[in-house]
């Protein structure tokens, strides 16, 4: 079992939809969880960065933390086609500098 | 800069040869990781650097693969003897300290025919 699992879809919904995506762990060491965006041929880039479990706003953008099940989420709201990409969920040990990713949802909001 | 650097964006190499992946961090950030891609997975972690010295390079694959920051700025991969396997995008990333979130650049896209 790989320590972050997240399902790599693809995942496609219209325009102005609510998005869910998720990352269970295994690793209850866990303290630092991080949404990272992905366009094609692009590197990571950083959406939301939460320690602690509950949620974070930012825009349109909400991550959930639940240490007690291992279970992260990164919802979006009135998806636009713009936020077409792949989403990776990442994760850290406190003190530890290696960042676990899951292996990415690709995300397609159509038009 | 602006951001992280990556130079070349594309490499194609034969099986056997020696290949340099460069990377210019975002000025003042102390800390500097690579990461591997394969194709349909997330990154995974090869080693950190925090100033000059790898404080941290236990995700290298193999003795094939060394880098070095020797002034504590830009930071070069380098891998010995490529093999088809190591056909990946490698990602560098930096960041102000222990903890920070990472800046990453656009990768080095590795082709080993």
């Known amino acids: 079992q790989k320590e972050v699992e997240q399902d790599p879809g693809p995942l496609s919904v219209p325009e102005g939809a609510i998005v869910s995506l998720n990352c269970t762990y295994s690793?209850?060491?866990?303290?630092?969880f991080m949404w990272y965006r992905q366009y094609s041929r692009k590197g990571p880039e950083l959406l939301m960065y939460t320690y602690s479990s509950g949620n974070k706003e930012d825009g349109r953008f909400t991550a959930q933390v639940d240490k007690s099940s291992k279970y992260i989420s990164l919802f979006i709201r009135d998806s636009q086609p713009s936020d077409s990409a792949t989403y990776l969920c990442?994760?850290?040990?406190?003190?530890?500098?290696?960042?676990?990713f899951g292996k990415g949802t690709k995300l397609t909001v159509n038009p | 800069g602006a951001g992280v650097s990556q130079t070349p964006s594309n490499k194609v190499t034969e099986k056997g040869k020696y290949v340099e992946l460069r990377c210019d961090p975002i000025?003042?950030?102390?800390?500097l990781y690579w990461y591997r891609q394969s194709l349909g997975q997330g990154p995974e972690f090869l080693i950190y650097f925090q100033g000059t010295g790898a404080a941290d390079d236990s995700g290298l694959p193999n003795d094939r693969f060394f880098a070095v920051r020797p002034e504590g700025s830009v930071s070069t991969l380098k891998i010995q003897r490529t093999e088809r396997g190591d056909s990946a995008v490698y990602l560098c990333a930096s960041g102000t300290n222990q903890g920070s979130p990472l800046h990453f650049g656009n990768g080095t896209r590795l082709t080993v025919t």
């Open positions: 990442a994760m850290y040990v406190g003190g530890s500098e290696k960042l676990v």
């Open positions: 000025s003042g950030h102390t800390a």
């Open positions: 690793n209850s060491a866990f303290q630092y």
